[in-house]
């Protein structure tokens, strides 16, 4: 079990998500650009959207504020637009958390370094995000591998002020009040990671269907339950879910956010996925990024006024 320690207060504002929304939110936790964003400037039609994600995470507990960033975009030019657009000051940020080694989560590492002003910064890991990835496709007898875009390097990183700290295992930071889930345990049987996945290994492509580096952020609101922070969900929501559950011993689920990737060949996983989300009642539930278009709409219709639409410069706030 790992202490987390239950805050007075979460603020999540998403820098970049594949979507923007016009209308104002119908529910109070959330706030879009327009309402929230000082630099007037936060018009939401002036944000970009992008295949990727972004939040900016801040915890409070007894006056206390932590600042961290969890996942940077797919680069630098749209996490720095957005953030600028937002009016932010990310000089007070106090680490970077990336969720996964995609390219979409971790293109904007340079330019949130830079944000942050070049000292030395903390960036919470996995080891295994480093690695040259692709994704197989085959027919018949033909096949071929379709290399992702590359991450930044660790030397890069490491110029630029980034520490990094390896995290297979559950994590607390910033004074416990947020946790980094470390690997997640592969449970159910139908999230079984991203099929095609592979990683050039010692001159080799092999199988990397696991993305055994996929992990999550969690806060825990006093009174109110966790709040579950997820990149593209490649472990599985539910897994997640699980998982965040279980470390940190609170059956109470405030909010799941994220990307949760069940789209082409993952549309199968919709239903048994929504059956099993239901079980754990969170209050609100927002799938964002890869979700897809079918998982949303059969997820809205799940879950009704539990489901929370969410697109780039939306600012969510939980209190205990
Ligand atoms: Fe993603
Ligand atoms: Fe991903």
Redesign the pocket.
Known sequence: MVDLQPIDRIEIVILVDNASCERPSETSIVSRATEWAQSGQGQSTKLRTGH??SLLVKTELDGDIHQVIYDTGPSDELFHHNVRQLGLDLSETDAIVISHG?W??MGGLFAALKAIGGQEIPVYIHKEMFRKRGVESKFLFWKRIRELAPVPTRDAIKKLGGKLIHSPNPTLLTDSTLMVGGEIPRITHYERGFPGHVAYIDGQWVPDQDVIDDSCLVAHVRDRGLVIMA??SHAGIVNITRHAANITQQKEILSILG?FHLVGKNEDRIEPTINDLQKYSPHYLTPI??TGNKAQMMMRQSFGDRYVRGCVGDRFVFES
């Open positions: 990727g994600l995609h979409d989560h990149g593209c990307g990024h890869c």
